[in-house]
Nanobody, 116 residues
């Protein structure tokens, strides 16, 4: 079955960096677009970035361009989110997602807390 497992979250000070990972299994990873979303306390889940199946195309929410970078390693069935210059409003649970056959599959999420 499709499984997405995020890791790499934690507590970081404002201005710091984190790299999130999402390990995928149960499907042909290299054939599918992958996305990162986040959900801050009391807010709706929002798209952060997505990356094409080959990694050749990426897209970001405007407010995060230049600070966040999405990438993937198809040999390792893993998608990454490098987050730099983190701000307190980056505090959220971060999820990876893929869509297969019209069905969205989500990981369990990883908590990122940006605080001094």
């Amino acid at each position: 079955q499709v499984q997405l497992v995020e890791s790499g979250g934690g507590l970081v000070q404002p201005g710091g960096s984190l790299r999130l990972s999402c390990a995928a299994s149960g499907f042909s990873f290299s054939n599918y677009l992958m996305s990162w979303y986040r959900q801050a306390p009391g807010k709706e889940r929002e798209l952060v970035a997505h990356i094409s199946s080959t990694g050749g195309s990426t897209s970001y929410v405007d407010s995060l361009k230049g600070r966040f970078t999405i990438s993937r390693d198809n040999a390792k069935n893993t998608v990454y989110l490098q987050m730099n210059s983190l701000k307190p409003d980056g505090t959220a649970v971060y999820y990876c997602k893929t869509r297969i056959g019209g069905i969205d599959y989500w990981g369990q999420g990883t908590q990122v807390t940006v605080s001094s």
